[in-house]
């Protein structure tokens, strides 16, 4: 299905590094223009868990009714992650993305709210020391084979898990839906390293806040095209953090199996759903309308965090899944409708910038449907 060695290859007007000579390689690929429709793995996904796990919900939180405005979080500090040009996370894809909501006549329907530094004291409930140190002093370049500093990326980096942060906070103030416009973006970075594009793993830091500061039950549900390996071994151990991905599978970064389910106290709290490249609405519609709402059901969260990852669009040139932007609606509508909870989206992936702008601005209408 791919290439067998290092190079490169012009893709949309860029120069587009891949990797490609085994599954966990590169987070950077080309399209494969004829990866196989097949429900093979996401049948496999469903038929295992039709039984669906997890306590049921003790109550907790709740919004206030009303507040029904939208918070979004969002500032400049996240453009001074800047990456080698060729480089699919540009600080245009934010850019754009203002653009279009302003366009569109969005933005002033939304509540600005600015994003915080996250603490040391913070990050450290997810990431190690040495890890902080090391993005802390690195000097501009590679962090690894996709991940790279620029002089502005640890500012960046710092504010983008401080949006979450801070929107954790405003939802316990009574907002019910937040929107967090960051880079870089967080869910492959571990415990103890950079991965994939992620400096610090966003969700996770906001997740282990919500948990620190009196939310019981928090539900991440990660649809971007690619598994988060960082958020769910992050919490795989954990029985108050449910983690639910689906991701194309097999692909970057070949974590994400159905049997992957939690370990120890937290077996039974990771519900992973592998999709085949190649899929789409139909594929994406049967787990976020027929599975997802009984999964979080019985979970019975205090607070909802979206991996929002929009390169699941047809047009994305770094997945290969082909959801549209009906499909995209579709997913929304489910996520927001599953709970009475407040809902934080957090941007992760989407390389496509008309696709990726749309993808948002759905989102937004969507959640100002309140
Ligand atoms: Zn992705």
């Given amino acids: 299905m791919f290439p067998s060695s290092y190079g490169h290859q012009l893709c949309e007007n860029k120069r587009i590094l891949w990797t490609p000579c085994d599954m966990t390689g590169s987070l950077i690929r080309n399209r494969s223009p004829s990866a196989p429709k097949s429900s093979g793995p996401l049948q496999r996904g469903i038929g295992n868990r039709e039984n669906g796990r997890g306590p049921a919900g003790k109550g907790g939180l709740r919004y206030n009714e009303d507040m029904s405005t939208v918070g979004f979080l969002y500032d400049d500090v996240f453009l001074l992650h800047e990456p080698p040009s060729w480089h699919p996370d540009s600080p245009d894809r934010l850019v754009n993305i203002i653009a279009t909501l302003k366009a569109a006549g969005l933005w002033a329907r ?38 790279y500093l620029s002089a502005g990326t640890f500012d960046a980096a710092l504010h983008a898990a401080g949006a979450v942060i801070e929107a954790v906070d405003q939802s316990r103030q009574g907002m019910r839906c937040l929107f967090c416009a960051v880079r870089p973006p967080g869910h492959h970075a571990e415990a103890d390293k950079a991965m994939g594009f992620c400096i610090f793993n966003n969700v996770a830091v906001g997740a282990a806040h919500a948990r620190a500061t009196g939310y019981g039950k928090v539900f991440i549900i990660d649809f971007d095209a690619h598994h988060g390996n960082g958020t769910q071994h992050i919490f795989e151990e954990d029985d108050s953090v449910f983690y639910f991905s689906t991701h194309q599978y097999p692909y970057y970064p070949d974590t994400g199996k159905d049997m992957e389910r939690g ?86 992936g989407g390389y496509d910038h008309p696709s990726l702008c749309d993808s948002v601005r759905i989102t937004i209408e969507e959640m100002l449907k309140g």
């Fill in 263 to 348: 370990r120890g106290p937290g077996e039974g709290y990771t519900y992973n759903v592998p999709i085949l490249a190649g899929s789409g609405n139909k594929e994406y519609l049967a787990v976020y309308q027929d599975i997802l709402p009984g999964v979080v059901e019985r979970f019975g969260p205090d607070l909802i965090l979206v991996s929002a990852g929009y390169d699941i669009h047809a047009n994305d040139p770094h997945a290969n899944i082909r959801v549209t932007h009906e499909g995209i609606h579709a997913i929304i509508r489910s996520i927001l409708a599953c709970a009475d909870v407040p809902v934080i989206f957090v941007l992760e």
């Fill in 110 to 147: 939304l509540t600005p709210i600015k994003p915080r530094m996250a603490g040391d004291n913070e990050l450290l409930r997810v990431h190690t020391r040495d890890h902080i140190e090391r993005m802390r002093h690195l000097a501009p370049g590679e962090a690894d084979p996709d991940t």
